[in-house]
T-cell receptor, first 113, second 112 residues
Framework: KAGVTQTPRYLIKTRGQQVTLSCSPISGHRSVSWYQQTPGQGLQFLFEYFSETQRNKGNFPGRFSGRQFSNSRSEMNVSTLELGDSALYLC????????????FGQGTRLTVV | GENVEQHPSTLSVQEGDSAVIKCTYSDSASNYFPWYKQELGKGPQLIIDIRSNVGEKKDQRIAVTLNKTAKHFSLHITETQPEDSAVYFCAAPNQAGTALIFGKGTTLSVSS
């Protein structure tokens, strides 16, 4: 059974640009959550999608957005990149609408220069 | 959920010793408590979890205990090995029950 797949693994962007990250959940999983991981702040919740609906959003500016498609694949977008957006972005998928048994992907390492 | 505190932030043990990591949570309605292990360059890996109707759960060398009255839960690793060296995170559901709130992590170093 394939795990959670995130693409790309690494990205380097310039301040002011925008970026789109992709997450393919485990087959059959309908919930996808996104987290930002930095050395100073740890793992912080960005947003969660279930059946194409955003149900929850963390305390991040509106530059961070996402969506989920009918096949449960999800994308997140960050516009007008800032240096502080440099982080490891992780997505996790779970079978049902609760975060029980959530499995993470390898993450996308974003560097903003 | 909503606030999860984890201690200690770093832990160094000798191979064969036991390691204990503790977490407290603020939302008394929380009912699910997972532990994740993150190795360098990888995403967090779910290693064990416990639900609120159980006080203890064991899986080989790792165990988790839960005290709902005190709102804390702990990870116990016995007979530690160098490959146990990693960052460990505890978590609990947010109030909406849709995502996890994580502790700040514990860096475990096991020296041989």
């Amino acid at each position: 059974k394939a795990g959670v797949t995130q693409t790309p693994r690494y990205l380097i962007k310039t301040r002011g640009q925008q970026v789109t990250l992709s997450c393919s959940p485990i087959s059959g999983h309908r919930s996808v959550s996104w987290y930002q991981q930095t050395p100073g702040q740890g793992l912080q919740f960005l947003f969660e999608y279930f059946s194409e609906t955003q149900r929850n959003k963390g305390n991040f500016p509106g530059r961070f957005s996402g969506r989920q498609f009918s096949n449960s694949r999800s994308e997140m977008n960050v516009s007008t990149l800032e240096l502080g957006d440099s982080a490891l972005y992780l997505c996790a998928s779970s079978l049902a609408g609760t975060p029980t048994e959530a499995f993470f992907g390898q993450g996308t390492r974003l560097t903003v220069v | 959920g909503e606030n999860v505190e984890q201690h200690p932030s770093t832990l160094s043990v000798q191979e064969g010793d036991s390691a204990v990591i503790k977490c407290t949570y603020s939302d008394s309605a929380s009912n699910y408590f997972p532990w994740y292990k993150q190795e360098l360059g990888k995403g967090p890996q779910l290693i064990i979890d416990i639900r609120s109707n159980v006080g203890e759960k064991k899986d080989q060398r790792i165990a988790v205990t839960l005290n709902k009255t005190a709102k804390h839960f702990s990870l116990h690793i016995t007979e530690t090995q160098p490959e146990d060296s990693a960052v460990y995170f505890c978590a609990a559901p947010n109030q909406a029950g849709t995502a996890l709130i994580f502790g700040k992590g514990t860096t475990l170093s096991v020296s041989s």
